[in-house]
């Protein structure tokens, strides 16, 4: 009951048609925050889904701390009742552990839970999780098997394009949806490739034209008009924006960062940084809240001395006080 007054409420501000359903729950809108590690934690998250994000991923967590006594998942999968739907995000490389910690942590009742096999770091790839899966398709088919039998909740997955020898992006998302996934979300991008380069959206609309259950593309959505012209170019039921909303959460609603107002700007780092502080404390929360803010003032348009104090420890306070000095200086 809860989770339908939720979503009554979210819809009576938003479209009145879902964009598209994930399983049984539906979608309302056709932009989403990239799960980021070290940066979609509750406080931005809040804010992006505030400013339109249509739903919400956790940071990933790793299913050995999940299975262990560390405090750390906890932290990551928190979220309150407005962020719904809400997807937990998690990886790892061994089907029977990935299942137990999808159980345990279905106890928390978040509406998704998604298998990520995108991420391209080293350290995770190398171990055969995140991108590092996706070379192995009967891993990736046993392990949506597990999930989706045992799991109450819908189960989603996050890929790449796959390695540069391998691209086996297609492939894989047919597995998805053949072993029970309810939505595949594509970054257009290889693990070799990380970053760089361009996305190629061919390939996000390959998939799209390979599946039946919803596609998210991800990649270069920089500009408000990025959103429409991937969703033309590919026909995506959404995209996910990732490095482009971090300077400019309000892209969520469709507006550019030059069009954002020094009111808009004041009164979303006074927000952020509150929620922040509550989340993390006060010390924890403004050390935290300062690689948003170098973001949000655009840094490389500040002197060097600016750049210096809002890097400075400070408390809470006495840091959003600087922050809108400086903003008033540069608007």
Known sequence: MGKLICYTLQTMNESKTPNFYIKNIPIYGDTILAPMDGYSDWPFRSVCRE??????????????????????????LFFKEPERPMTFQIYGEDPDLILKAALQIEKLNPDIIDLNMGCPAKTIADRGAGVGMMPSPLTIART???????????????????????????????IVEEEGGQLIAVHGR???????????????????SAVKIPVIGSGDIKRVADIDRMKNHTKADAVMIGRGAIANPWIFSRIDREDVTPQM????????????????GDEDGSRLFRKYAVQYLLMHTLTREDRKEILKPRPSGEFAKMLEQIYAVTA
């Not at 796959?162 to 998302?173: R, S, T």
């Open 51 to 76: 400013l339109g994000s249509a739903m919400s991923y956790t940071e990933f967590v790793k299913v050995e701390k999940i299975l262990s006594k560390s405090k750390e998942p906890a932290k990551r």
């Open 144 to 174: 949506f098997r597990k999930l989706v039998k045992h799991l109450k909740v819908p189960v989603t997955g996050k890929i790449r394009l796959g390695w540069d020898k391998n691209k086996n992006y297609k492939l894989i998302a047919r």
């Open 190 to 208: 290889t693990k070799e490739q990380r970053y760089a380069g361009l996305a190629n959206w061919d390939a996000v609309a390959e998939v799209k």
């Open 265 to 280: 700007m004041q009164d979303l780092i006074h927000k952020h940084l509150a929620r922040c502080v509550e989340f993390y």
